[in-house]
């Protein structure tokens, strides 16, 4: 199964040609370097300031995700305001929830390009095939975005920033990060992740590359037998770049690998197979691999005028491979039963261009063109063609009537090969200085998430599934208003104060559901709903000398869709949230102590039981970790701490999902865990 390093190679020899990415920023100005972990790059016309953009964008550097200890993208994520997320133990998924809309609803990028691979019944991507080592800070933008990006982006984005090569001539980074599940930890149990990364620079030239391991033994827990609660994942994650900058030309091509194995083991069953009359267990595993490839290039010809490419190829293939185990005598064979085997095979071609051109200091202008097109095969997709070609043109303005006031319209004209998009996408932000310390933002912009190939062509038979997908699905839609009132302040002491008080509301139509059919049991998709969502949140943080404290709390109103047809029902029900991330950096001895929390509230909703309607709600919980960082010598640091130390593993939900899969609880995380890691950073000159 490990064959990773062919596949990049053979992948990269026949497809270099048809899949590249053009590298989305100006070339590089290394005197700046400092100012790095402020400046956002999502949406923008250039990098520039987190607070001189349009847009409410949140950044999560790579000193944060150092901090943290994390062994995941989601141990990043889980502690932010408007992000939830709940854990599939049997296929290794995470589903995440963003501004009340689920994780379909999410655009997740790399370096400014679509991931291609959403799976699963929650049709989203896997945020945890992410290799966490290689990402130099996160950028979340909240509120649709589908002007910029299209499709998927209509409650954020979520743009992964990859690093880059910096004023080095070399370095070298490794990590080694050992930690317990719960309270199981050993060779084939807890987690056991390897890294090592290295990047060059030369005259004009950079390059870089990099391989990590992550191994997570899954989680016995009250599990019996051969059984897990959460079951096995083993993940090899390859990445290398190129980049090439002159003048004010810049291009960079980058390539990243993913061969992941989850395995599912099952008992064995207390009676023999009436075939073979011998007892068995019946295992599977999920097998993914994907390959990406980007190109991106700039031609800054002027302060007025730049030229951005970016494009890429990728392909991405999910695999059920199921077997029999023989009790008696370990004899493993596959499993014929209808539909244990399977394999769907995705590929994916992005294509975008924008001009930027600044007419005076009144106005300027980006348009651009986004052209994807991705199709699918296998045992589980439709026979014959299943492919979706997006066609768009995009174009925004910047009219700026003062140094106070900044007005970005913009407009996405949409032609789809297969289902019925909205032709044109409207969207206009705002930013007003109301005062030299305060700003506010106003935005409204109408998103849309396209029927993805899954839930056109996407059907499947098993003992506990029958799904069918539907081609006459059309597009969700959304009328999206989003506010924040921003204040930043600098005492005479020198403590940085920072407030944002910040709203939502989206309304949704259009929305794709499943839709049973008792008699048979049978799940169709279809469009069959509204929704709305709504919310307001809070975030204030501090910062002085060697302490910082950032504390956040949210009150978001998900839809209930019985208030339809029975006014007396709310139309939202409502849940907070809150966050408090402190460190304090005692610098004699170089030691950094952190602590992250978050606080999911109580979320109501109702349900139906029979013939009625009835109120269940999913119970609120804490989750909380605290990190140690200690700088070893000159180029070793040390992390070390204690993980989810309220032990929150499953919670109780007297919901019972009408989905494909039902359940009486949440997943949210295996118990306290302890960890500790060794981070190498080597640098020259």
């Known amino acids: ?331 493993t064979r596959l499993d014929p039963g209808s539909g244990r085997q399977s394999v769907v095979n995705f590929k994916g071609f992005t294509f975008r261009s924008s001009v930027y051109y600044k007419v005076s200091s009144l106005l300027s202008f980006q348009p651009g063109v986004d052209i994807n097109l991705e199709s699918g095969e296998g045992e589980r997709l439709k026979e014959g063609s299943n492919r979706v070609n997006d066609y768009a043109f995009f174009i925004t303005s910047e009219i700026t009537p003062s140094k106070k006031i900044n007005i970005r319209p913009g407009l996405r004209f949409i032609k789809n090969s297969v289902y019925d998009a909205p032709p044109v996408i409207p969207s206009l932000n705002t930013k007003i200085v109301l005062t030299k310390d305060i700003d506010l933002r106003l935005s409204y912009a109408k998103g849309f998430r396209s029927p993805s190939l899954r839930e056109l062509y996407f059907s499947f038979f098993d003992a506990n599934h029958q799904v069918i997908g539907n081609p006459e699905l059309m597009a969700e839609t959304s009328n999206s208003f989003t506010g924040s009132l921003n204040w930043k302040k600098i005492s005479t002491k020198g403590v940085v104060y920072t407030s944002a008080l910040g709203g939502f509301y989206n309304q949704v139509k259009n929305m794709i559901d499943y839709v049973f059919t008792q008699a048979s049991d049978t799940a169709r998709l279809y469009n069959v709903a509204n929704s709305k969502t709504g919310g307001v949140h809070i975030n204030s943080t501090a910062k002085y000398k060697s302490l910082s404290i950032s504390a956040g709390a949210s009150y978001t109103g998900f839809y209930n869709i019985y208030s339809a047809t029975d006014k007396s029902l709310p139309e939202l029900q409502w849940s907070p949230e809150a966050n408090i991330i402190a460190g304090y950096s005692f610098s004699a001895i170089r030691l950094d102590v952190n602590l992250f929390y978050k606080f999911t509230g109580k979320r109501p909703r109702y349900v139906t039981n029979g013939p009625d309607i009835i109120l269940a709600e999913t119970d609120g919980f804490h989750i909380a970790d605290i990190t140690l960082n200690k700088q070893l010598f000159s180029y070793f640091s040390l992390s070390a701490g204690v993980k989810n130390i309220f032990d929150t593993d499953r919670i109780n939900s007297s919901f019972v999902s009408g989905g494909i899969h039902s359940s009486g609880g949440l997943n949210v995380g295996t118990g306290r865990s302890f960890f500790a890691g060794l981070v190498f950073n080597w640098e020259k000159k």
Do not use: C
């Open 1 to 331: 199964m490990r064959k990773i390093y062919l596949l990049i190679i053979t992948v990269t020899i026949n497809q270099l040609l048809t899949a590249q990415q053009i590298y989305f920023s100006k070339p590089e100005d290394t005197t700046k370097a400092k100012e790095l972990s402020e400046v956002v790059v999502t949406g923008q016309y250039k990098p520039q300031s987190a607070r001189n953009s349009v847009y409410q964008v949140r950044i999560i550097s790579k000193e944060r995700i150092q901090k943290q200890g994390a062994a995941s993208l989601q141990d990043v994520l889980k502690n932010e305001l408007n992000v939830r997320f709940a854990q599939d133990p049997a296929t290794g998924g995470s589903g995440i929830t963003m501004l009340g809309l689920s994780g379909q609803n999410v655009k997740v990028l790399v370096d400014g390009l679509p991931m291609l691979g959403r799976q699963g019944a929650s049709n989203e991507i896997d945020i945890n095939q992410v290799d966490v080592n290689s990402i130099e800070r996160i950028e979340l933008v909240e509120g649709p975005m589908s002007v910029v990006y299209g499709a998927d982006a209509l409650a954020g984005v979520i743009n992964i920033i990859t690093k880059k090569s910096g004023a080095a001539k070399f370095t070298v980074n490794a990590r080694l990060h050992e930690e317990s599940v719960g309270n199981e930890y050993g060779i084939k149990q807890g987690i056991h992740n390897q890294y090592a990364g290295f990047t060059t620079r030369y005259k004009n030239w950079e390059a870089g590359g990099s391989f990590g391991h992550n191994y997570f033994g899954g989680w016995k827990d009250t599990a019996i037998g051969r059984e897990l609660v959460w079951h096995k994942k083993d993940q090899l994650l390859a990445n290398g770049f190129v980049g090439y900058t002159k003048g004010k030309f810049s291009a960079r091509y980058r390539l990243d690998g993913l061969d992941e194995i989850i395995t599912n083991p099952g008992n064995f069953l207390p009676y023999a197979d009436a075939n073979s009359g011998d007892t068995l267990a019946y295992d599977q595993e999920y097998l993914s691999q994907r390959i990406m490839q980007q190109l991106q290039a700039s031609y800054f010809a002027s302060n007025n005028l730049n030229v951005q490419l970016q494009t890429s190829y990728s392909d991405y293939s999910r695999q059920v491979f199921s077997t029999t185990i023989n009790k008696k005598n370990g004899d």
